[in-house]
């Protein structure tokens, strides 16, 4: 009942022309949307001429948004920006953005509201440090992150949104969760979800693992009962991984 979802996130990768290559080899190839919906985020450069070119059945995302509709923050872009270019989701709360731009659970509380309101797609991460793993608080750490994220959202805007589950300490690592590690931590956050909301809300909210995913490990990770997904890095950079993975997510 949840469609699969595999979002690639190019972080500050390519350039023009590999992006353009990129989406040219993988319009005709991914899966109908229908099955599987299929996305790229990348860099905010490409998003003009990835939009244009974007085949019927792939949709492109943006890796970071300002919550304010308008106003000087220079060198930011709003979510009314994105929308009037055709952009349709957004990585929000990444770690990266986290550890290295101060971006805060209340930032991301913002930017979530700002997104849904401009009919923005949201893909809201969270997810612990190995400290915090290996302290065996993992489900209390992203307990909060989700509460504080969903501060002031109602659940026809929480419908709109999709989370990533991304362990730090396996991202970019090659040291993946283990597909019960993931999906335990990912049946804890729709356990939130049906706390603030109600079990038939948590139960439509798509919730992505990501991590060092890779076309080795994307089959065992997606056969879990709650893994909806997967936010991909490194593996989504090659057109030919990336295929594999969005066909993978067929099987679900
Ligand atoms: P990775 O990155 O797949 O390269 O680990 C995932 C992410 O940061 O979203």
Aim: aromatic fraction near 6%; hydrophobic fraction near 40%; charge should be negative.
């Amino acid at each position: 009942m949840r469609k699969p979802l595999i979002a690639g996130n190019w972080k500050m990768y390519k350039t023009k022309d590999d992006a353009l290559a990129f989406i040219y080899a993988v319009n005709l190839e991914v899966p109908d949307k229908d099955l599987v919906e299929s996305v790229i985020c990348a860099p905010s450069i490409f998003l003009r001429d990835l939009v244009k070119r974007e085949g019927e059945n792939i949709r492109i995302g943006a890796q970071n948004m300002h919550y304010a509709n308008e106003g000087a923050y220079t060198g930011e872009t709003s979510a009314a920006m994105l929308k009037s270019y055709g952009v349709d989701y957004c990585i929000i709360g990444h770690s990266e953005r986290r550890a290295y731009f101060n971006e805060t659970d209340e930032t991301v509380n913002l930017k979530l509201i700002a997104a849904v309101n401009a009919d923005i797609i949201p893909i809201v991460c969270v997810g612990e440090s190995l400290e915090i793993r290996e302290a065996g608080t993992t489900d209390h750490v992203v307990k909060k992150q989700i509460e504080k994220a969903y501060l002031n959202v109602d659940a026809e805007e929480a419908l709109k949104t999709v989370i990533a589950y991304e362990p730090i300490w396996a991202i970019g690592t090659g040291r993946t969760a283990t597909p019960e590690q993931a999906n335990e931590t990912i049946i804890a956050i729709r356990n939130v979800l049906a706390t603030l909301y109600t079990k038939e809300v948590a139960d439509k909210i798509r919730i992505l693992y990501g991590g060092s995913v890779n076309v080795k490990n994307v089959d065992s990770l997606l056969s879990m009962s709650d893994i909806d997904g997967a936010l991909v890095g490194g593996a989504s950079l090659d057109p030919k991984s990336y295929l594999t993975l969005v066909k993978a997510a067929l099987k679900k």
